[in-house]
């Protein structure tokens, strides 16, 4: 249980990943719908 802020760091690490993504994917899926 020491290494819990490091997991709650790669969670939000993780978090802030997958808003990049969904920042990323959004317009693209967008612009392939039309």
């Given at each position: 249980?020491?290494?819990?802020?490091?997991?709650?760091?790669?969670?939000?690490?993780?978090?802030i990943?997958?808003?990049?993504?969904?920042?990323f994917?959004?317009?693209v899926?967008?612009?392939?719908?039309?």
């Amino acid at each position: 249980m020491l290494n819990k802020p490091l997991h709650r760091k790669y969670i939000i690490a993780l978090l802030i990943i997958l808003l990049f993504l969904f920042s990323f994917l959004l317009p693209v899926k967008a612009n392939i719908l039309g």
